[in-house]
């Protein structure tokens, strides 16, 4: 009978036009009405919540309930819990919507090894019971956890979602029967996960033995859960399209976005007809990735809501309760705060120091969000997790921090790449890395390069931290090149180079290292003709170096901040059977690259690098090389911009280099790059001599999802020559 009389007033009020309460209605029943919202889900299409959102407070609107689904449930939460509009938009745009789709982990918070061979692959498949699988989404949506791990950090209040300042509910699909799942108890992060898995875009959610996919794949607009608790009004804010036609299903995502709608088609139109005010934004141009479309998608959700003020004022004034008091509700991330304990959770192959070494936290101090954001990043990027999240629990002083994680179930992958450039040609990667073999915390890798110009690594080490520790790698490369005298190539060389080292290695905030080792290194060189004896090499040699290396550098390719160095001394020996040893020679080598930015677009790359022969000539092939702008080169073969791979030759070297990239369209640069040089034969002339080297290049790149295509065109002052220089892929 409630029910009834309110929506006679309010068809009466509506229909009147004149936006006022009947005299009579507030005695029409002597309980307030109950108005529930629902929020659709649709990923980005979902920002025009907010725009929404904003007018229902214009018009001075209560909200007793809220429903939702998938993005939909993640600003319904946000709204629950006491945000404010303003703060839902600042956070949300805040996001890196491009990482959270690719799941991307900054590089600089990767472990050591990590960050130095990550970017070599486009393809990873997991391995497990010894099988290859294919994975079971884009991503296990880490960047998703995370965020919602600070959005959602003030539900620890509440022991159930019911008890929010607003009563909330979201939805998610059972995968294993199809069925529906409604969520409105337990972890927040948990229901807005599962709500928000969108088949093959995200992996699905395991919660208490099951699985969960979005919840938009059997009702993305829950009107009827909110009629069952009892709400009197229903306004459904829905974003969906139904359906796309064939010119527009133009792209992996939308298809993927109709295939899980079909179900959705039939109960949506059920849905609708309980609503009693739809406000519904039309925007043709948005998709679920489209997040680039912020302002825009926001906008038309509050010029679709401000359509339906008058209805919406009315509904306020059949409302004997005010709007939330927000003020009463500090729901925003807490920025600083004191832990007083650390519990680990979901940990079996990792172990609590591990997990908290690479956390940095340990309890007993105080901890700022930004130092744990950077602290979950590390220990995702160690990958043996599938996910990690925290919640906090207070405590009689400050709170326990919970950190929970999902192990990944494959300590194995199988990875692939793919590469070519003009110095080593066409190459397919192939890689095998295990995880905790024979000891925690082990990485196991081998690399096999199959083309023009094969390759091989192979490394293993346990990361114990500072704690030094024992690894060994071996490499092999074979490739070949020109002789050049006086500037004009006289010959071909084959270049075959084979090594094992024993190298002892501590490890420090993931970013340093240092150590030192032994290494047994082979290498025959041949020519096509005998031109120059002296380059005819087959020898072995025994080496011992020590090494420091630092890189922070946030992308492998075109990064926006951070550095790099390296420094290494190494020291020399012929040998013959290892019984008779030659007089050995050294070399010393330095690297340094330091980012600047310049604008939001431009950035500077300021390099500089150098090395020096002590002692003794050493052989042909411990020269030292520059040439071309190829990376990744072994010994001391260095890029040079205006010459040829392996053109110059001499035994001390110091070059200065700058790279400016220009992005002029997202993923699209314009690159400009020069350097000067210094190569002599003796230490005193690196000074002394007035001759210096240059070159400069022009170029442009397409960051593709295969890694950069990169096409340059460079010379040098010192010649006449105008060479090109083109490279596809990631660099290994």
């Not at 002597?30 to 529930?36: A, C, F, L, N, Y």
């Not at 960050?115 to 991503?139: A, M, Q, W």
């Not at 009702?219 to 069952?228: A, I, Q």
């Not at 890029?639 to 400016?660: A, H, K, Q, S």
Request: proline share 4%; aromatic share 12%; charged share 20%.
């Amino acid at each position: 009978m409630q029910r009834f009389l309110a929506v006679l007033g309010f068809l009466a009020i509506c229909l009147s036009g004149s936006g006022q309460v009947s005299p009579s209605l507030p005695d029409s029943t002597s309980e307030d009405v109950k108005i529930g919202l629902v929020l659709s889900g649709g990923g980005a299409k979902c920002l025009a919540h907010i725009g929404a959102l904003r007018v229902i407070e214009e018009a001075g609107l209560k909200v007793d309930y809220i429903a939702g689904t998938s993005m939909g449930a993640i600003i319904g939460a946000m709204y629950s819990l006491g945000y404010t509009v303003d703060e839902i938009e600042a956070y949300l745009r805040d996001v890196d919507w491009d990482a959270l789709l690719r799941n991307e982990i900054p590089r600089n918070r990767l472990s050591y090894f990590d960050r130095k061979s990550e970017s070599r692959y486009v393809l990873s498949f997991p391995i497990i019971d010894k099988k290859v699988r294919i994975p079971t989404g884009l991503n296990y949506a880490q960047y998703i956890l995370k965020e919602l791990s600070m959005l959602t950090q003030s539900s620890y209040r509440y022991n159930s979602f019911r008890n929010f300042p607003i009563p909330f509910l979201c939805v998610a699909t059972n995968l294993e029967n199809g069925q529906l799942e409604v969520f409105e108890d337990g972890r927040l992060i948990d229901a807005l996960r599962a709500s928000s898995a969108f088949p093959s875009l995200f992996t699905p959610y395991e919660l208490n033995g099951k699985l969960y996919v979005d919840g938009g794949v059997v009702n993305n607009f829950p009107v009827g859960l909110l009629l069952k608790k009892g709400m009197d009004f229903i306004i459904g804010v829905d974003v969906q399209d139904f359906l796309y036609g064939k010119d527009e299903l133009n792209s992996v995502v939308r298809i993927l976005e109709q295939t899980s709608s079909f179900v959705n088609a039939t109960e949506y139109m059920r849905q609708l007809d309980s609503v009693d005010l739809l406000i519904k934004p039309e925007i043709p141009e948005g998709g679920i990735t489209s997040f680039d479309l912020f302002d825009t998608i926001v906008a038309t959700g509050y010029h679709a809501a401000r359509s339906k003020l008058p209805e919406l004022r009315t509904m306020a004034q059949l409302k004997r309760e005010k709007p939330l008091d927000r003020s009463n509700y500090d729901a925003v991330p807490l920025q600083n705060f004191y832990v007083h304990t650390v519990n680990v959770n979901g940990n079996e192959n990792s172990t609590r120091d591990y997990i908290l070494s690479k956390l940095r936290i340990e309890g007993e101090e105080y901890c700022s969000l930004k130092s744990l954001d950077k602290g979950i990043d590390r220990l995702y990027g160690s990958k043996y997790f599938q996910t990690v999240d925290y919640t906090l629990s207070p405590q009689d002083t400050g709170y326990q921090l919970n950190i929970n994680v999902r192990e990944n179930p494959s300590l194995s992958q199988l990875r692939l790449g793919i590469h070519y450039d003009d110095d080593f040609k066409t190459a397919l990667l192939i890689n095998y890395t295990r995880r905790n073999l024979l000891f925690k915390n082990s990485r196991f890798s081998f690399d096999l390069a199959v083309g023009d110009n094969p390759r091989l690594w192979m490394n293993y080490f346990v990361d114990r931290g500072l704690l030094p520790t024992l690894g060994l790698k071996f490499r092999a490369h074979r490739f070949e090149t020109r002789i050049y005298q006086n500037r004009k190539p006289t010959n071909q060389l084959v270049y075959l180079d084979y090594s094992v080292d024993l190298f002892l290695q501590s490890t420090l905030y993931d970013a340093y290292a240092l150590g030192g080792g032994i290494q047994l290194e082979g290498i025959d060189l041949s020519q096509d003709l005998d031109v120059l004896d002296q380059v005819d090499v087959n020898a072995d040699y025994v080496n011992y170096y020590g090494f420091l290396d630092f890189d922070s550098f946030n992308r492998a390719n075109f990064p926006s901040r951070g550095f790099k160095l390296s420094a290494m001394g190494r020291i020399i020996a012929k040998h013959e059977n290892l019984q008779r040893f030659f007089e050995p020679s050294s070399v010393v080598d330095l690297h340094y690259s330091q980012v600047v930015p310049i604008l939001k677009k431009l950035t500077l790359i300021g390099r500089v690098y150098g090395a020096t022969t002590i002692g003794p000539n050493p052989d042909y092939p411990y020269n030292i090389f520059l040439g071309s702008l190829g990376r990744n080169y072994i010994n001391y073969i260095y890029p040079f911009i205006g010459y040829r791979y392996m053109e110059l030759i001499g035994r001390n070297t110091l070059v200065l280099r700058g790279d400016l990239h220009l992005e002029f369209v997202k993923d699209n640069y314009i690159l400009l790059r020069g350097n000067v040089g210094k190569l002599e034969s003796s230490f005193d002339d690196l000074f002394g001599s007035d001759v210096v080297l240059d070159g400069y290049s022009l170029g442009y790149s397409y960051d593709s999802p295969f890694g950069p295509l990169e096409v340059n065109v460079m010379g040098s002052t010192n010649h006449s020559d105008i060479y090109t220089y083109i490279s596809l892929g990631f660099w290994f």
